[in-house]
């Protein structure tokens, strides 16, 4: 490109003070595949344990969570784990409360450690055990407490920078410490967690899961159901959580997956519009993204970005599980779904 | 309305001749509300046994099924136990084979004695046990086996007088006595049938649950977990059969239910558009239907036409479980779902 | 078949007189394929047209309408043009009101001979010129009109038969003679009828196309947009008449189609799960209905039941179009839908 | 809040450097309704006009497009007019081409000046007058081309800032200047755009509308055959573009809208979430937004931000017409629409 004329500039300039930008000065950004700013990037347990060790006496739950948010690097300092997830480690002591709120960026809760603390979602005291997945969709009332003798640790998994992206997020703090039990303990497990049978008095449809809680004994059974398939060459054996009143994902902005790597498998790679953020639940092994090898073990979280290419190995002595949010709901409701091998 | 003129009888004859009628001759057809001319009906379980007993050494499985066809006293001997659905009591003894064969009307078995024999659904071995159902979706190949030592007894229910009445009616035997075994037994159970996980590498999306099988235990397991709740007032504790890929029905024209009626429990009154059929899992109580009572017990079968003003009440010691199938989908994805008190 | 012998002859005589009757006596009844009782059947203009003259004289009006129903030959006096669908010919003289009603079954016009006569629907009158496509859906109220100076002709098609299979007729008189009007004159064609915009203000969703006016003067403009395309080499350039909301068909429960045979056209064979009734609207063809040849011109009725192989030609001067009404949205709802060419 | 203790330092310290924050640390972000940094702007024509006419010979067409794009002042020089969009100017001279390519984010084109030239989709040459709509899907190829002799304006809007925030932007050059015309001139428009009535013989169902052109005349046919209706109280006679095979929204991403302020009308305040951008078609008014007044004219563009209080007044001598784009489909699709009236 030649040096600009006069008659550019002055161009240049008017549009500038106009607040109007030429195409031909920013088109590079029309890039031929995602180049995501965050970068894939894993937090190991042996620090988060520290970490959660540490919270304890550091910092107190006050008003709002004890929650550890795990910030992508390539983020500068944006509340963000990828692009559209937050991710973070919470620790509720015995005796603790998590005061009652709500907000529009939904949640899960993913049990790390500790069994009996719970949820209240809306009404329904949810009791967690680990291993299990708790829902606190958007826009619902949730408090969490501690009534047993143990540090409870979960993973939180949010929308929070999808939200924000679409300028959507909403916040309420309720007036009251905690928010009223109106229904059942883990009631909504009994009215969905049996089979596929519906309660054919319920009318409601929500477009999150109305099913709470989605209890370990169940994911490990249906794992184990399955641990002779052969399930996806990019995935193993993986299962979507899902909404019992359509099949599709939990909650409209997020997916949950489980996903067993059995005793010496090797997954292919694979790339995937959209991004997610992996939590080990069991075993050991070695995740290669673009290019560049994370190994990883119990209660390691690894960031995981769009368009990545990744594969994952199970390089341990037994059977290695996956935990996983991604905001394929999103991509595939927007008809930007694609996937790659190379 | 006085006689007909001459003009008026000389029309009539022109037209019924050109085969034309007038709608004032047939308007009272427009009822002000549905007429069945299917009849509430009570196949008693007395009557039933003694039938599948003696069926055993009167009939052979053949070619076709050992299977006895409840037909409506008010439908002229049509294939038909109401307008749209069609329940019969199948046999099948140690060692018998019912051939495949494939046709697009769809059905279900409820299992009412006997476990351990098997219907093979489209490569599928779908092992059965008492209360379990089992689905054979519209044209997929099936043949059922009892390589037991006892007699089975099974409830089918199938559309077709439904696919009839739409002309859709296709059939075809297989070759072979038996189809090929392609998949593993029960597959479809340790697909879908632990909770709400789905396999994220299966990409078919049929209209009709890919659940072949859906187990007694689960379902007790469902209702129990409910039966201090509220429920329906017209259904008790009233589950429907759900596809797990949808959070709809089994299959596009069945729905199936399980229902539990507490002891003592009396429902109240209702009448809804579209037929069902009632099969006695457990208990005994009565249903009142349009003035009628029906005293049922276990094993009994009861037919219950469109818009038939219908009670049930739990008279026996304890709890009561009836099933049953209705083409309530095709009823409302017509539109024409109704439901009255009175 | 050997003979019966005596234990199978009681076992028989028991089944029966039980209301039970064994799969082996019936099931001749599953046939390969579709074996409609409805016949192809045609009702040539020249005959409706002096039907529709006589009929002006030899009866009124009164509380029903003065519809001619045409009843398929095959189908033993059943109110049926085919197994799903009745077609009528109904003539509204000058000064003429209908009377006011709704029922369920639903109901389309499309108007043969007249303009300026009105159908008035759940409020809106709808004000017709041949070759208009008049709504009125299920449950709605409607009467019909005839302010003008000259006889009105038009082709009902209604699912009553359906509806009656379903068992789910219901019917209402409205107390006056006409119902009240409450909208605009053509009040949905301004709210749907002008390209793809849609009122943000109208917040109903209904099963049933808000749209009651789908204008001649479009059909054609549409037909002749498209009159240079390939088109459908078994139907020709084949439109189907849609929902606004949806852009699926009408009524949850017909279809209506309109279909231009250029000069010359020979449409190849085809045959399609489900029935319709076509209406030649302008020019003249031959249709070969299992191998019979239907010779067809403006204003006959012809009934196509369902697996009929079946192909259209135009054997006319110029060019031909037919107009149509089919149960495909039932077949397809529930999974029926099939063809073959052979 | 007391002054931090060592501890409490020293663990932020360690968390840190960690990637780790706490969630009390940023929890403000959770903003009780969202604070975009997006503001209200609105650029007048008089400005556009002549930046219109000096970019003719400042800048080449080149092989990227003379499109002038709107960056909201708020949001720091990234591209993009609202947090989810982006508008442009785009400006093609007699005789040029803008180069074939496609990329994932979805363009609309609204022309603002000149009649004739055309946008080349997929194959498909679009030709284009003032008030057209035309849209250009997501991956979809296009060229925009002007043999005709006058300077030819319109109007972009994309989703860009969305499907990079998404990290799902693709984009191809095309290896030829323009792409194989493939299809017929207009052919979507004579495929879909008269009337509801759809070709049977087409089977894409694309998540996009088909329909590649939706003419001006039709539009303003629409608007004023509801130019006496109430209408919304707080957008007038509003109409939503749609989808002919869904009656959505034209594209996943995007909803298009044309809005008629009748002479006077004053509508009401409302605030919704999601973005907008709206371009005066016609006419002359005020906008209110959050307090602060913007009189516009024909040829303005404003950029409303999510969740901002606004209401429109027609203050000029005739009717106002208002064409919008919007993120309302994506708002809707991930369960985040809400709205307010103060």
């Known amino acids: 490109m030649n040096a600009p004329t006069k008659l550019e500039d002055a161009f240049h300039q008017l549009i500038h003070q106009n607040h109007l930008w030429g195409l031909w000065e920013i088109a590079s950004q029309m890039t031929p595949h995602p180049r995501p700013e965050a970068i894939a990037h894993q937090w190991k347990w042996s620090v988060l344990e520290q970490v959660v060790k540490q919270s304890?006496?550091?910092?107190?739950?006050?008003?709002?969570?004890?929650?550890m948010q795990l910030f992508n690097p390539g983020l500068n300092g944006q509340w963000a784990t990828t692009n559209t997830l937050i991710a973070a480690v919470q620790v509720l002591l015995p005796g603790e409360i998590a005061r009652a709120h709500r907000h529009t960026p939904a949640a899960i809760r993913f049990i790390m450690q500790g069994n009996g603390a719970y949820t209240a979602v809306e009404g329904e005291k949810v009791v967690m055990h680990e291993g299990d997945l708790v829902l606190t969709p958007s826009w619902q009332w949730h408090d969490h407490g501690n009534e047993t003798q143990e540090t409870v640790v979960w993973m939180d998994g949010l929308d929070v920078p999808l939200t924000k992206a679409l300028n959507c997020i909403f916040f309420q703090m309720h007036d009251a410490r905690r928010a009223e039990e109106s229904k059942p303990v883990n009631g909504s497990k009994a009215l969905y967690g049996h089979g596929h049978l519906a309660p054919t008095w319920v009318k409601e449809r929500p477009r999150f899961s109305p099913l709470m809680l989605y209890s370990f004994d169940q994911t490990m059974e249906a794992l184990?159901?399955?641990?002779?398939?052969?399930?996806?060459?990019?995935?193993?054996?993986a299962l979507e959580y899902t909404h019992p009143q359509t099949g599709g994902p939990v909650m409209p902005t997020m997916s949950c997956r489980i996903q067993l790597l059995r005793r010496g498998e090797k997954l292919k790679a694979r790339r995937v519009t959209g991004s997610s953020v992996f939590h080990v639940v069991q075993g050991q092994g070695r995740t290669l993204i673009d290019g560049k090898p994370f190994e990883w073990a119990k209660g390691d979280i690894i960031a995981l970005p769009s368009w990545a290419l990744h594969e994952h190995a199970n390089t341990g002595p037994g059977e290695a599980i996956l935990f996983s949010i991604s905001d394929r709901p999103v991509i595939e409701a927007l008809g930007f779904y694609r996937e790659a091998t190379s």
Chains 1, 2, 3, 4 share one sequence.
């Not at 304890?56 to 929650?67: F, I, L, M, N, S």
């Not at 184990?224 to 054996?237: C, F, M, Q, T, V």
């Open 224 to 237: 184990h159901a399955l641990r002779e398939r052969e399930g996806s060459p990019y995935e193993g054996i």
């Open 56 to 67: 304890a006496t550091a910092v107190p739950v006050g008003d709002e969570r004890r929650a």
